[in-house]
């Protein structure tokens, strides 16, 4: 099946510094998807993004699909943005299948 | 906005249970999803279904039920509960065919089994 890698693994940022958050993927795909877990374990969804760009505010997201990878763009950072962000790409099967994710703390 | 509701945020049970977890969503989705979530191991497929009364295998579905007999609900279920089922459990839904839309989740069932 596909494989999604997420780096880096950990994060550790000061408020207002900013960062890049990458995913790979092993196939090609129709459907990219970013979430953000908050530290109480609710899952958002922050894009959808099968390729292309798109921007909510601090955060956008790029997705190439012919290269395989998508990166998650956060600005400005401020402490609400900590948690775990993970990437899930759609496999023929029909099925999301989700990176490890990559783990965010934000220090005042 | 979608709203997926999961009926209990911590549930404790003991070996050998009967364990039902319901989920309900608000938006007319016609795909439901149950995950559980493990330290090490992200978010695993347990079981999905596209319609009523239509259930899928995920990638770890033993030990494991489910039932879809409305739209809006999908429930999983345990049963005979055993340690090895202590997880947090997520319910997700999205509309359109094959999954292939915009997942939103519910707030979880952090579940231990004694």
């Known amino acids: 099946g596909i494989q999604v890698e997420q780096s880096p693994p950990d994060l550790i940022l000061q408020e207002g510094a900013n960062s890049t958050l990458r995913c790979n993927f092993s196939?090609?795909?129709?459907?990219l998807q970013w979430f953000h877990q908050n530290p109480w374990g609710q899952l958002i969804n922050l894009f959808y993004?099968?390729?292309g760009t798109k921007q909510n505010g601090r955060l956008s997201a790029t997705t190439v699909a012919t290269e395989r990878y998508s990166l998650l763009y956060i600005s400005s950072s401020q402490t609400t943005d900590s948690g775990v962000y993970f990437c899930a790409v759609l496999e023929t099967t029909d099925k999301l299948i989700f990176g490890t994710g990559t783990r965010l703390q934000v220090f005042p | 906005d979608v709203k997926v509701t999961q009926s209990s945020r911590y549930l404790v049970k003991r070996t050998g249970e009967k364990v039902f977890l319901e989920c309900v969503q608000d938006?007319?989705?016609?795909?439901m999803f149950w995950y559980r979530q493990d330290p090490g191991l992200g978010l695993r497929l347990i079981y999905f279904?596209?319609?009523?009364?239509?259930?899928e295998k995920g990638d770890i579905p033993e030990g494991y039920s489910v039932s879809r007999e409305k739209k809006e609900r999908f429930s999983l279920i345990l049963e005979s509960a055993s340690t090895n089922q202590t997880s947090m459990y997520l319910c997700?839904?999205?509309?359109?065919?094959?999954?292939?839309?915009?997942?939103?989740f519910g707030s979880g069932t952090q579940l231990s089994v004694l």
């Open positions: 938006m007319d989705h016609e795909n």
């Open positions: 279904s596209y319609d009523v009364k239509m259930k």
């Open positions: 196939d090609s795909v129709n459907n």
């Open positions: 993004i099968p390729s």
């Open positions: 997700a839904s999205s509309l359109g065919e094959g999954g292939a839309e915009k997942l939103f």
